[in-house]
């Protein structure tokens, strides 16, 4: 009887049966609100499309209203624009194509959302590009966890603009000065005592403009890259 | 001889002011430093932590006859994790905007001390009735505390109180104040009037017990 409570499993036991028992609770409350966290998600990936296609000053002060597959934009001004956003089958996490007016408009972009691990934890991005792909439009951090005051920074937009209008034919480097950062137009200058973090968000731009790059060459079945 | 333990009652009464997380043990400090620069993440982040700390501590105390002394601060670690991935979920899925707002302090309420400190000095030794006492008293002493100092944040550096304008927005503000050392300045005022307060309290007990004496 003292050889089993001195065992692993005598000393164990309540931790295991707590992780069995909290386990399955979590379980429980992650299938019952993910599709609600998902939808979520989508509305906030919908509201940033325009900004990061468009440009921030495009959007500042609009109104955006989104009504399925659509976005309006009524600028400040009284100017209106409509944007169509459709999912494109994609290894990505996400890929949207976008075109003005109606699916048949203009090709506008596309924005496709890509992750990776950071210095905390999971770092998720959209990226987006020209309808060529040839330039990034800008990026927008849609999940982190970064150290508050150091790689949490990569939310700012003093950070993020840095991305905008870069060439997508070399991948991105990261500069830990502005030195650094000047000697080459791929150099992205690192947040201030957060490589790892700026780094992390480089490598994620650079794997999703790979990947979208590729997926418009070959497309994979029910892809719509129609110009 | 028989050690005397808090009542229910003084469980709840000394969470509030005596034992105040905050301003009486320097616990929570991190989510009190910064999630204050409004009310309303204050007071989502003191609605997570009582949940957290409300169940944490009702598990515990149910529990306490199985722990095993070596193996305790596992079980309170696996506990809170728990409830806190619980909280973040729920903030993620009905107050969406909320939950971006406050970050990474949401998954960070596993690391605060103050609701681990509950689960070893009340939880883990008394019964359910004490510890759901106690962890009430406790969060109404945090609420107390996040809702002090982003009372001062937020109405000397944006003139608002739960995003209500107070003075006239022409009115010159603090922007100091809402940003990171607003809550140090805040925080430290606050400490240094509570802790004036104390001993201002005990010493007019002890003049008085000595005149009686």
Not at chain 2, 86 to 111: C, H
Not at chain 2, 161 to 188: D, K, N
Request: glycine share 8%.
């Amino acid at each position: 009887m003292s050889r089993l409570r001195n065992s692993y499993l005598g000393q164990a036991w309540l931790i295991l049966l707590l992780a069995g028992v909290f386990g399955a609770l979590l379980a429980a409350i992650h299938l019952e609100l993910s599709p609600r966290i998902e939808e979520n998600i989508r509305a906030e990936i919908m509201r940033e499309i325009p900004g990061l296609l468009l440009g921030g000053e495009a959007v500042a002060g609009a109104s955006i209203t989104i009504v399925g597959d659509q976005v309006s934009i009524e600028s400040a001004s009284g100017e209106s624009t409509s944007l169509t956003v459709v999912e494109q089958p994609s290894e990505a996490a996400a890929l949207y194509r976008v075109s003005e007016g109606d699916p048949e408009g203009r090709l506008l972009g596309w924005v496709a959302r890509g992750q990776d691990h950071g210095y905390a934890d999971v770092i998720e991005l959209l990226v987006g590009l020209t309808g060529d792909t040839t330039q990034i439009t800008g990026i927008y951090v849609l999940n982190q966890k970064e150290t508050p005051a150091l790689g949490d920074g990569i939310v700012r937009s003093d950070f993020r603009q840095h991305f905008a209008g870069i060439a997508t034919d070399s991948p991105l480097t990261v500069g830990r000065n502005a030195e650094e950062a000047a000697q080459s137009p791929y150099s992205i200058q690192a947040l201030t005592g957060a490589t790892v973090s700026s780094r992390s968000v480089c490598n994620i731009v650079n794997d999703t403009v790979a990947l979208v790059k590729t997926e418009i060459a070959e497309p994979l079945e029910g892809f719509d890259g129609r110009p | 001889m028989a050690v005397h333990e808090p009542t229910p009652l003084e469980r709840f009464l000394n969470g509030i002011l005596p034992e105040n997380p905050v301003y009486r043990q320097l616990l929570g400090l991190c989510p009190t430093l910064a999630v204050t620069a409004a009310m309303k993440p204050a007071m989502t982040m003191v609605g997570a932590t009582a949940f957290v700390l409300i169940c944490a501590n009702l598990i515990t105390s149910l529990i306490r006859h199985l722990l095993k002394p070596h193996l305790r601060i596992l079980v309170f670690t696996l506990t809170i994790a728990t409830f806190v991935t619980i909280a973040d979920r729920t903030l993620a899925a009905f107050a969406y905007p909320m939950s971006k707002l406050l970050g990474p302090y949401v998954p960070l309420i596993i690391v605060n001390c103050m609701i681990i400190s509950r689960c070893e000095v009340c939880s883990s030794k008394q019964g359910p009735k004490a510890a759901l006492a106690d962890a009430i008293g406790v969060s109404l002493g945090f609420l107390l505390a996040l809702a002090s100092v982003a009372t001062v944040r937020e109405i000397l550096g944006n003139g608002s109180w739960f995003g209500i304008q107070l003075v006239p927005e022409s009115f010159p503000t603090l922007i100091l104040m809402i940003l990171p050392p607003g809550a140090f300045l805040a925080l430290g005022s606050l400490l240094g009037l509570a802790t004036w307060l104390g001993q201002r309290r005990k010493a007019r007990v002890s003049e008085s017990e000595a005149g009686s004496a």
